[in-house]
């Protein structure tokens, strides 16, 4: 079969209800005349092979299956020569990573279930590795409250109401990760024309600038493929629920007059009639999506523009963010009025169950890991105020707040203040008291120069570190940093990291020789967790409640981060001091949805929030690079683990 045969079979095979010939000539891009003959030529096939098209007057073509088995036989056939599933010449998903969301997609555009073993031969698999994937699929659309129902000698369907089962079909069916363009999002939707697609685009900045409603690009990007989706959705017969009280409500809103007007201009463009409660879901879209941009508002009027309880949240959380982390950004302006108009949307979100993409989740927890920690934080007051499971994308974005509060702080710090101590003289002191200035300039305040015999005299209120041509004994308040008389590239870097506050901290003296496990045979994260408890407990490391600390943290967000490493900790410092614990596994492990074999448990004393900061810098110079943490895969002792570590420095 050619592709357009293929594609034609696809669409009809996913349809719940005839398609028209109009809807498949979109599907290839070619008039109704030739559709029409490509299903003739189709049928002529199918026929043959278990199954038939049926063409019903005023509402398209219906297929269905008459011999099952002939028909999967088929199946298999075309499926091996690479038209519409993965072979081993048609980019297999070989990973557990790569194959979940293949299998989501695969079942959510099933029609009708799906048996276990054909996606084990799809895929190339044993059905005890499919069945290990499977159970991640069912943890995931647990979270879009859909499920998977099995039954014998059919297989797996999945279940669940039309509004999830769309929200979950926006998240899996399409590639987000490709660029906000017309011509990419008609890649992803063959169902409409590419003037279909441009009269939706339109037709939604339209109306956003026409009713000053503000969306980032990618809300923007999130409501056209969801009116895509609803119209692909209306066509096959399927209808958005919502209960008589949530849609009343949406009436009454803003948002539910432009969702009106956005959806009558889109069924003028496509010729289609969306029922009522369509628009209520476009509506909740808005409603869900909308920013209001006023951020110069002072603090005192924040609570004349918020509602009550958004205020109220957003306090909460700040103020438990401080009890935890202490990381002084309670009374930041900008982040109180920047999170509480976030929250506010976010409210609604909540309420109707709708994900949220977060493309910058990854990017974030890699480069803003205390700011996502303070965010788990803020994640455990919504979901204790609103009773909601609040989801990790969620969690990054309310990051991005937080960090940029901390970010604020740095700067209203002013420059890093340090003393010159030299004992060669005053011509030397005064070279490289202008040396620094003329490197650093408004970066550094160099406060005078000074000789050794004085140092008792000094004052180190007010100095961030020493720079110093002598060796310096004496225990000071301030880190000492040693350059040479003349400095050298060499010197300046060590300045440039106290001036840049990128120090790294000394990662040597947190790893005991007794709490380093290499080369285990572990096959699950929770299995990971109770190993790493069960040898701290017996050494005296942690308490009893340790293990039950770092679930909740699982809970909140997995702290895989990628390149096979993980870094657990409790969700709230449990110990009197800081130790980092290494475990590495002779084998990859599914943690939650990366792969890991790399594990370092992080445990910091409590009341301390400089030690969480500087050891996850370190920390992530580490596990950024996937040369080094292979190299730490290979050590078989705690000597051979060092190396790699002193490597790094």
């Not at 809807?23 to 189709?42: E, G």
């Not at 990971?528 to 009893?544: A, I, K, T």
């Not at 980092?580 to 599914?590: D, E, F, H």
Request: include cysteine; charged fraction near 25%; hydrophobic fraction near 40%.
């Amino acid at each position: 079969m050619n592709t357009r045969l293929v594609a034609l079979l696809r669409e009809l095979m996913a349809a719940d209800a005839p398609l028209t010939s109009q809807h498949l000539a979109h599907v290839n891009q070619v008039t109704t005349r030739t559709t029409r003959n490509d299903i003739k030529h189709l049928n002529t096939i199918l026929s043959k092979n278990g199954a038939v098209i049926t063409s019903l007057r005023a509402k398209g073509y219906e297929f269905e299956i008459k011999d099952d088995q002939l028909f999967r036989t088929f199946l298999e056939e075309i499926f091996q020569g690479g038209s519409t599933k993965p072979t081993k010449h048609n980019n297999i998903p070989d990973l557990p990573e790569e194959r979940t969301p293949y299998l989501i997609k695969r079942l959510l555009l099933a029609n009708g279930y799906v048996k276990l073993d054909d996606l084990a031969d799809e895929l190339l698999i044993s059905r005890s590795t499919i069945q290990n994937d499977i159970r991640t699929v069912k943890d995931i659309l647990q979270t879009y409250d859909i499920t998977l129902e099995k039954r014998p000698n059919y297989g797996l369907k999945i279940t669940g109401s039309e509004l999830k089962l769309r929200f979950c079909m926006s998240e899996y069916i399409f590639d987000r990760s490709e660029k906000s363009d017309i011509d990419i999002f008609n890649s992803q939707l063959p169902w409409l024309i590419k003037e279909n697609l441009n009269d939706i685009w339109d037709i939604i900045i339209d109306q956003i600038r026409t009713h000053d409603i503000t969306l980032s690009d990618i809300a923007i990007n999130n409501l056209f493929i969801h009116i895509a989706i609803t119209y692909k959705r209306v066509q096959s017969g399927h209808h958005v629920s919502l209960y008589p009280k949530e849609f009343n409500e949406i009436m009454d809103k803003k948002e539910y007059k432009v969702a009106e007007t956005i959806v009558k201009k889109v069924e003028t463009a496509l010729d289609v009639t969306f029922p009522e409660v369509e628009i209520a879901y476009i509506a909740i879209h808005l409603l869900g999506t909308k920013m209001i941009s006023q951020t110069n508002l002072t603090e005192e009027r924040i609570e004349q523009v918020l509602d009550e309880k958004v205020y109220h949240l957003t306090s909460t959380i700040l103020e438990r963010i401080e009890n935890k982390l202490d990381l002084g950004i309670r009374h930041d302006r900008e982040l109180i009025v920047g999170l509480s108009l976030h929250l506010k949307p976010a409210v609604n979100r909540y309420r109707y169950g709708m994900n949220i993409r977060n493309p910058l989740l990854h990017d974030i927890k890699a480069n803003y890991p205390v700011a996502f920690e303070a965010a788990i934080v803020a994640g455990m007051v919504l979901e204790e105020e609103t009773e909601v499971k609040i989801e990790e994308s969620e969690i990054g974005y309310i990051a991005l707040h937080i960090g940029a509060a901390m970010e604020r702080k740095k700067l209203a710090t002013g420059p890093k203040r340090c003393m010159v101590i030299c004992a060669s003289g005053a011509g030397s002191a005064q070279l490289i008291y202008y040396k620094l200035q003329s490197q650093f300039g408004s970066k550094l305040e160099v406060t005078g120069t000074t000789e050794y015999y004085k140092l008792n005299q000094i004052s180190f209120d007010r100095l961030d570190f020493i720079v110093s041509t002598i060796p310096i004994s004496d225990e000071l308040p301030v880190p000492v940093i040693q350059v040479n008389t003349i400095l050298g590239e060499g010197d300046l870097q060590k300045v440039e990291s106290f001036v840049a506050d990128e120090q790294r901290e000394n990662m040597f003296e947190y790893i005991n020789e007794d709490i380093v496990f290499l080369q285990k045979d572990l096959s699950s994260k929770d299995e990971v967790l109770r190993f790493f408890h069960q040898e701290l407990l017996q050494q005296n490391y942690v308490g009893d409640d340790f293990l039950r600390k770092m679930e909740e943290r699982e809970e909140a967000a997995p702290t895989s981060f990628g390149n096979l490493v993980a870094i657990p900790h409790p969700i709230t410092p449990q110990t009197e001091d800081t130790f980092l614990s290494i475990c590495t596994l002779q084998k990859p492990i599914m943690w939650d949805d990366k792969r890991v074999q790399f594990v370092c448990l992080l445990s910091v004393e409590k009341n301390s929030s400089a030690d969480l900061q500087m050891l996850y810098k370190s920390l992530g110079n580490i596990v950024d690079d996937i040369s080094i943490v292979q190299q730490m895969l290979t050590c078989n002792t705690y000597e051979d683990l060092l190396k790699v570590l002193v490597s790094t420095r």
